[in-house]
């Protein structure tokens, strides 16, 4: 078979999802990927965090939609994805930190989102042995958690076939194809595969794909690197971020996941522009200094694996999705700024919903804020 309602490029944290979503609303669906199984292009580089604390109301809506299918999918599907309640936690040292936190409170619980702001003795019953000293309080979302990016992509994308969807790996995408500004499927191995609407979750590929059909989006990456440790009796459940800055870095955050392993991630500043994937020597110093800091019980655990993945970026660090104005029946759904994991269910069903033309008012909040279209200006508080 040749011939399908919707092509997909890219089996990663936004494809197979929305791949999901399309099957169990009966569109044919094919999924093409270069890689030999779904989720090793950055989705093996997540760290498994699933948040809806976020500060606009489009990443709130899709968040909490994700954050329900990722808490329910053992009791529905009897699969275990090593999904972990554990809530996310921003302590607060300064007052920088929390002025931001607390000017965004109002519009977070506005969409919907379970959190607060608490005082030094929550902190420190939700992160037994945090620093106390010029602990002031923080944020706490209890409902937020985490997940394993490899045994949930798996899981997405068996469900995704068990409906129908088609997937073929090691198959590059050598261009979209249209005609008189209509996409009528894509060239891949030097054969056409046809379908009227094609849509784009490349994450860092997309420039190249997009531009092969004539469309600049403005989409870039950036690469980031992150750790585990082995593993240990659980002590803490929550995701930690600490928004202060340190020396070449923004925050940092860590948690320890559903078999005991802490797993920690950096922001650098300046960013790391570029596909470089090597792990390198500053790293693990410099964002061990900071946890230990925080966290001093940390410091005896040894760390088992290094690794580095790219974030595919946007001007303003908030995801694009929508249609193409020049290109009819080119969607896209790109640039989710390191957020594709946790994003992925909410935009697969999004995405979907778009395509069999069952959007929601909701939907038009989130579809307003990820234009494709937008201004590009200012960036989110929490990114």
Known sequence: ?????????????????????????????????????????????????????????????????????????????????????????????????EDILKGILPIQKKYGLNIDYVGPEKIKE??????????????????????SPLLAINAFYRKAVSDGAEFRFGLRVDTISSDNGKVNGVVAGGQLYKA???????????????????????????SHEAAITEPVK???ACMVVDLRPGP????????????GQVVFCITPDPPIIGTDKR???????????RMVSLLPRLKNLRVRRMWRGLYPMTPDGSPIVGWNRDVEGLL??????????????????????????????????????FSPYREFAGQEALK
């Open 1 to 97: 078979m040749s011939s399908y309602d919707v092509i997909i490029i890219g089996a990663g944290s936004i494809g197979v999802p929305t791949a999901m979503a399309l099957a169990e609303k009966g569109v044919r669906t094919l999924v093409v990927d270069q890689n030999a199984s779904p989720g090793q292009g950055e989705n093996k580089h997540a760290i498994g965090g699933i948040r809806a604390t976020h500060s606009s109301p489009g990443k709130i809506l899709v968040a909490l939609r994700s954050l329900e299918i990722f808490s329910t999918w053992e009791e529905k599907t009897g699969e275990d994805i090593e999904w972990l309640e554990g809530g996310y936690l921003f302590p607060v040292y300064r007052k920088e930190e």
């Open 126 to 147: 939700v992160l037994p042995g945090i620093n106390e000293e010029g602990l002031l309080g923080g944020t706490f979302s209890p409902e937020d958690g985490s997940a």
């Open 196 to 222: 009227p609407v094609v849509v784009d979750t490349a994450g860092p590929s997309s420039a190249m794909v997009c531009k092969s059909i004539g469309v600049d989006i403005p989409v870039y990456s950036d």
């Open 234 to 236: 659980g002590f803490f």
């Open 248 to 259: 070449g870095s923004k925050n940092f955050y860590f948690y320890q996941n559903k078999r």
């Open 279 to 289: 792990e390198t020597s500053v790293f693990l110093p410099q964002v061990s200094a």
């Open 332 to 369: 896209h759904a790109t640039g989710m700024c390191g957020q594709g994991f946790m994003l992925g269910p909410g935009i697969g069903e999004l995405l979907a919903r778009m395509i069999t033309g069952e959007s929601t008012e909701n939907d038009s909040i989130i579809l307003k804020e």
